[in-house]
């Protein structure tokens, strides 16, 4: 069987996430045990210009709820970003996971030529076809904000390790 669009995104989505939520569940006992507020982590971030812990999974989970629904022809839809617990991002986690999981095969698959065109804050927007667009933006994307997020529990003692990373 060849690779197709929703083999290449939902199972890759899912399994990043479901990695999450682990780091989230260790994180939480790293506190506990340490007698410590677990959303202290929150606010972590490895420089002063970077974003903050919170925004690394929402961005993250912003990234793949978009391309799911822009690859299967649907509005993106809009969710706030009021995570202030460790709880309401795990939630937001399990949301995404339950949007991904909304899709289906043919919904996704055959969009490789599609024309994805992402609006940009700053200006002129990014044009891609849907194979470019999830193997050179959401990908990518995905991966580097999930990597902040090991980073920074990791960072701070928690413990986890690769096999955490790859799920």
Same mark, same amino acid.
């Given at each position: 069987?060849?690779?197709?669009?929703?083999?290449?995104?939902?199972?890759?989505?899912?399994?990043?996430?479901? +990695?999450? %939520?682990?780091? =989230?569940?260790?994180?939480?006992?790293? *506190?506990? @045990?340490?007698?410590?507020?677990? &959303?202290?982590?929150?606010?972590?971030?490895?420089?002063?210009?970077?974003?903050?812990?919170?925004?690394?999974?929402?961005?993250?989970?912003?990234?793949?709820?978009?391309?799911?629904?822009?690859?299967?022809?649907?509005?993106?839809?809009?969710?706030?970003?009021?995570? +202030?617990? %460790?709880?309401? =991002?795990?939630?937001?986690?399990?949301? *995404?996971? @339950?949007?991904?999981?909304?899709? &289906?095969?043919?919904?996704?698959?055959?969009?490789?030529?599609?024309?994805?065109?992402?609006?940009?804050?700053?200006?002129?927007?990014?044009?891609?076809?849907?194979?470019?667009?999830?193997?050179?933006?959401?990908?990518?994307?995905?991966?580097?904000?999930?990597?902040?997020?090991?980073?920074?529990?990791?960072?701070?003692?928690?413990?986890?390790?690769?096999?955490?990373?790859?799920?």
């Amino acid at each position: 069987m060849s690779i197709t669009m929703h083999s290449a995104s939902a199972p890759i989505f899912l399994r990043t996430f479901s +990695a999450m %939520l682990v780091w =989230l569940d260790k994180a939480q006992a790293h *506190a506990e @045990a340490r007698k410590f507020d677990p &959303n202290n982590y929150l606010t972590l971030r490895l420089a002063p210009d970077m974003l903050p812990f919170t925004r690394q999974i929402q961005i993250a989970t912003d990234g793949v709820k978009g391309c799911m629904a822009r690859l299967a022809g649907q509005e993106v839809p809009k969710w706030d970003d009021t995570e +202030a617990t %460790l709880d309401d =991002l795990r939630a937001r986690i399990r949301k *995404a996971i @339950a949007y991904v999981e909304s899709f &289906n095969a043919a919904q996704i698959d055959g969009t490789e030529d599609k024309e994805i065109v992402l609006p940009m804050r700053s200006g002129d927007p990014l044009r891609f076809t849907g194979e470019g667009y999830l193997k050179h933006f959401v990908l990518p994307n995905l991966y580097f904000h999930a990597s902040m997020t090991y980073a920074l529990l990791r960072q701070a003692g928690v413990d986890i390790g690769k096999r955490d990373f790859l799920g």
